[in-house]
């Protein structure tokens, strides 16, 4: 089966990653921190490198990056002290740095190089209404039931979020999940009263919130740091020792200034980065160094839709959707062909694949994510590949089942084996069908594989995850027109290939 090839194919490519010649991989989650520091830790190793670093930038939630640093697929990535301990150790204590590593240590991962500012979780409600309700501490939140609480989904999920908030405080509220970028803008809209922070985010003081009081301290610190796999100071000494000379430098200040050039300038992460380590370098390690706020670098619209990224992501978006359109034909139009003289099997399989269909494109790929033990190309072409399969073979049934029974009896009188009628006279009368199924499921996947950035299979999306967690705007725009540009281009040549194969009058 083409997808069993795809998947030996990609375990033998993960397994020669894992050899002398491959890049420190560097991994993030998806909001801004995340990404800032993945690109700083990689500026900072790669005059070390003899390898650039490879970023592998908004892999998703704790759980994917976690699962893609278990399987192989990257090295390191930042995390945080309180996450560590509770939701990936599952403690009910708070643990120190050498408990966490010693917990770690049998999964064959490490804890180390604490980065020097904590990134707590904490509650946020606009200032003024905050003061007219008084509601000043996480207490008070219990006296007010009419709240509306718009909670990012990671923090309604975890172990060390909303559960054991609600169960602590008393809260009876139920929460909305939105997606953390887009919470700032729902609580400036006025839509929801309360929503989830980190104590660093920029947009706390630019949109006039008052952070809760955490009066009955449910939340841990969350110190940041580096989870890495225990074979990284031997593979990669170099780098190792370079990304250690940042144990202690950078501090919350600095921390919130870089991400609100992020959020509220448009820099790019890499220019912040590279901002501030060049300030770091210029100041002696016991230092408290001055943020690195400039003002260089912001991006207009037109500057992010043609970015240096274009031409990669557009390939990268090109090979996804044309790989998983491939194999969903050599799939589907066989197993349509098998199926189609039989109405209860193939009753069946597209009832099968229909119900694919109904399975949401992220929790496909957690799934997938889980049972391949891999992040990236292989989870999206598979999950993309089963999203297509639906139109290819619905239309291959129905264009053969179109076939006049009298051109059938015809073929057969004149001494044809069925599967010579089938190859000569069926399919070329059903081809028209087949390749409008065939035209929809491109125009499914041209859409469907922006969700490939979530696990770092790249493509437009990657601009629009990028997009959400700054809410950018123009970011989204930058990643949506091109991938709508591609649709519309399919659309144009699979019309040409429809006016060639229809029959003349």
């Known amino acids: 089966m083409p997808l069993c090839a795809l998947a030996l194919g990609a375990s033998v490519s993960v397994a020669a990653s894992n050899g002398d010649g491959a890049p420190l991989r560097i991994g993030s989650k998806r909001f801004t921190e995340s990404y800032i520091l993945a690109e700083m830790l990689a500026q900072q190793a790669a005059p070390h490198a003899r390898i650039a670093p490879q970023v592998r930038q908004g892999l998703g939630n704790t759980a994917i990056v ?120 729902a609580i400036g809209a006025k839509q ?16 006039g919130l008052y952070v809760l009081v955490d009066d009955k301290k449910y939340f841990p610190r969350y110190d940041a740091v580096l989870l890495y796999r225990l074979d990284v100071p031997q593979r990669f000494p170099q780098e190792w020792a370079a990304l250690q000379a940042l144990d202690g430098r950078i501090n919350e200040a600095m921390m919130i200034a870089m991400n609100a050039r992020a959020e509220l300038q448009g820099v790019t992460f890499d220019v912040i980065a590279r901002d501030q380590l060049s300030a770091l370098a210029r100041a002696p390690a016991s230092a408290s160094t001055t943020p690195a706020v400039l003002d260089a670098g912001q ?46 099997v193939a009753a069946a399989v597209l009832g099968s694949s229909g119900l694919l269909q109904t399975v949401p494109s992220i929790a496909m790929l957690a799934v997938l994510i889980s049972l391949l033990g891999a992040i990236g190309t292989l989870p999206a072409l598979i999950a993309l590949t089963l999203y297509a399969l639906l139109p290819i073979m619905r239309n291959t049934a129905t264009g053969l089942g179109q076939v006049p029974t009298g051109l059938r009896m015809a073929a057969q009188s004149l001494g044809l084996t069925a599967w010579q009628s ?58 949506a027109l091109p991938a709508a540009l591609m649709a519309f281009v399919s659309e144009g040549l699979f019309e040409l290939l429809e006016r060639r194969l229809r029959p003349h009058q």
């Open 299 to 344: 991006r207009g619209f037109w500057a992010k839709l043609i970015a240096p990224d274009l031409t990669r992501l557009a390939a990268q978006h090109v090979f996804l959707v044309s790989v998983a359109v491939l194999l969903a034909t050599l799939l589907g139009v066989p197993i349509a062909v098998l199926t189609h003289r039989h109405p209860r």
């Open 422 to 479: 089938l190859r000569l006279v069926e399919l070329p009368l059903a081809l028209p069908t087949i390749v409008a199924g065939v035209r929809t499921a491109t125009a499914i996947a041209v859409g469907t594989a922006t969700i490939a950035a979530f696990v770092g299979a790249g493509g437009f999306g990657e601009r629009i995850v990028t997009g959400l967690a700054l809410n950018d705007r123009a970011l989204l725009l930058a990643g």
């Open 66 to 185: 976690y699962e893609a640093l278990r399987a192989g697929q990257i090295d390191l990535y930042p995390e945080y002290a309180g996450t560590i301990s509770q939701e990936i150790l599952k403690s009910t204590e708070p643990l120190t740095l050498a408990q966490m590593h010693q917990a770690l240590a049998p999964l064959g991962l490490g804890v180390a190089v604490p980065l020097g500012f904590n990134d707590g979780y904490a509650l946020a409600m606009r200032a003024a209404d905050a003061k007219a309700r008084g509601v000043l501490n996480l207490s008070d939140m219990a006296t007010h039931p009419d709240l509306r609480l718009g909670l990012s989904n990671e923090f309604i999920g975890r172990s060390d979020g909303w559960r054991g908030l609600a169960q602590r405080y008393g809260l009876t509220h139920t929460p909305t999940g939105l997606d953390h970028g887009l919470a700032y803008e």
């Open 192 to 207: 929801v009263d309360v929503i989830d922070i980190y104590t660093t985010d920029a947009k706390i003081d630019a949109l």
